[in-house]
């Protein structure tokens, strides 16, 4: 135990020495102060009081907690914590593994009554310490202004703080390994944003295939339901054209599902970013009453879909992704990716000469 | 029980490096060893092998009474390598309690041990700065500190006084001299051999991987004692009953027109024929000097050829 405080207590003092761990933390807190300098009444919005007219951003359309917990989801979730938090948390301790195994500080650190694999893993949790805090600085400033200016207390918001963590984790275990590989931060920086890259392609293009998928799954029913439809009225329609329009959307149908299965067998096996993040919005849905997202594709006028609603596509693709994508495969798989990767990183660790 | 011993220590890097061929190395129970070599010749290795730094291909032998390998023996020693980095953030005193609790140092006595080390190693005003304003002695005496914050029963300290002035070279040796006052064992890894040579007990001379050489000072350089008996108008050869003895050409300092003759002995009763010799063919005894190869001496005779070239170190 004594060891490890001492290493958080070492890792605490790395991160205070960094301007840019309190850049962030100062910026965190900015931002949330802006959002709380932000009001909404009958008229409009407010910015430090002075009054913006709108005929739609107003509490008519918007009651004054849905305004906050939206500008929470939109801006809080989806762009500050999971990128510019992660990308400054990444730059803060991508060199954590580096400096480790650096010449001179590693035999002090292996010449200790210490073991390797708890040194390393030890060390690594103390590089999830910088998103960790951040998080929490950043949640809980959100949840007191929603809870001040919205009026509504929602102690739900809090889950984002592990999910963060959980979420920094899956790409910090990818550069702790490109750290222990080639001793340079600069390298392990580099490279750990091209597997987010990556990733975020994979699971875009996944999402991609997965839109087409259902929405000619829905065109396929539609067009089923319409030949029900005229057959019921009528037995002796003429349904041909409908019948080769449906021969075609089946054939579409088979050809996006041939896609999609191994494009999500791939996304099953890598850490789940984007997931993770619809994940938590989601939970924040059902748990803290914040409204469902749009489907930002907006793809279904590009799936040249004529009889199916947009509102009826994006429920559609929001009840697969509850149904499918819950924990356990958004999380849990990710979960498995990481083990994986920090096992290869403790085999390499405790097999090497410094 | 001897704090290191040592047998049958190798170790082949990938690439084919044999950096350690068979070592085989005994350091007894308070005393200070100094391990010598020329660059390449395996010593860090053979440190870094004993610290857990470094896998051995093979090796037997404990470390105060464990398996060299063991963790649990770390707790009971302190090391300071070579070319030691601390963390830039820290400040000496801080660099101390982190190690210190590294070495599972309950807090109350590190935070006493702390003051006690700092005073030890002259760093007591300069114990709240950050490492990173240290002259390289300074960092060097923390270090030395650090590696003592466990109270340990051994030491192993790699290169101790690079980078020191002459004065903390000397307060470096005081603190090894007491370490073994107080019954711990040493094992000094360095290049300065006068240093060595002023301190430590025994000594091992390694060369491409193997000890060539190992024992006391005294052992080691047993050959060369001798007695140096300058005298002016003196003869060329002096003929004794032990052998004959000729003149050497004058040492460097020597009186003009004196000669140097050599007894190979280190009893003084085996010179007095040669002094009886030399007054009856009425020469003048101008001093006679007990005498006997350097350390440094020694060294130089293990790691040069006869060319004079230095011995390559570590080989394929």
Partial sequence: ?354 | MDAIDLHDVTKTYRGGVHALRGVALRVGAGEIFGLLGPNGAGKSTLVKIMMTVVRPTTATGTILGQPVGSHDVLERVGYLPEHHRFPAYLTGRQVIDFFGALCKVPRDVRRTRTEQLLELVGMRDWGDRRVTTYSKGMQQRIGIAAALVNDPQLVVLDEPTDGVDPVGRRDIRDVLVRLRGEGRSVMVNSHLLSEVEMVADRVAIMNKGQVIAQGTIDELTHASHRYEIEASGGPERLDLPGGPVAAEPPAPGAAPGARTYCVRTREARDVQPAIDALRAAGATIVRVTPARETLEDLFVRSVVDERGRALPGAAR
């Fill in chain 1, 1 to 354: 135990m004594t060891q490890t405080l001492a290493i958080f207590l070492d890792a605490y003092r790395d991160l205070n020495s960094r301007k840019l761990f309190w850049l962030a933390i100062a910026i965190s807190g900015l931002v949330v102060l802006i959002v709380g300098a932000l009001g909404i009444n009958e008229a409009g919005v407010t910015v430090l009081g002075f009054q913006f007219e709108s005929k739609f951003v107003n509490t008519l359309f918007f009651p004054r907690d849905t305004f906050y917990k939206l500008i929470f989801q939109s801006l809080g979730i989806n762009i500050w914590l999971t990128w510019f938090a992660a990308i400054l948390a990444l730059i803060s301790t991508a060199s954590v593994v580096p400096e480790l195994v650096a010449s001179g500080s590693i035999d002090m650190m292996l010449s200790k009554p210490i073991t390797r694999t708890r040194l390393f893993l030890t060390r690594w949790v103390t590089g999830l310490f910088f998103a960790g805090i951040q998080a929490l600085v950043f949640v809980t400033a959100s949840f007191l202004v929603i809870g001040l200016r919205g009026g509504v207390w929602e102690p739900a918001l809090f889950i984002a703080v592990p999910v963060v963590i959980v979420f920094f984790s899956y790409l910090y275990c990818v550069c702790a390994l490109i750290g222990l590989l080639t001793r340079s931060t600069v390298a392990s920086l580099l490279l750990t944003l091209v597997f987010w890259l990556l990733v975020f392609c994979a699971q875009k293009a996944e999402s991609f295939i997965n839109g087409g998928r259902i929405a000619t799954q829905m065109e396929v029913a539609a067009i089923e339901k319409a030949i029900d439809v005229r057959l019921s009225k009528n037995a002796e329609a003429d349904v041909d054209k409908l019948r080769a329009e449906l021969a075609q959307e089946q054939l579409s149908l088979g050809k996006w599902s041939s896609a999609y299965w191994p494009a999500y067998a791939i996304v099953t096996v890598l850490p789940k970013t984007n997931e993770t993040t619809a994940w938590l919005e989601r939970e924040l849905v059902s748990r803290a009453r914040f409204r469902r997202p749009p489907n930002e594709d907006e793809n279904m006028r590009f799936f040249g879909s004529n009889r199916v609603k947009q509102k009826d596509f994006d429920d559609a693709v929001y009840d697969d992704a509850e149904s499918r994508k819950n924990v356990w495969w958004t999380i849990g798989t990710s979960v498995l990716f990481e083990a994986a990767t920090l096992g290869a990183c403790v085999w390499l660790f405790r097999r090497r000469d410094f």
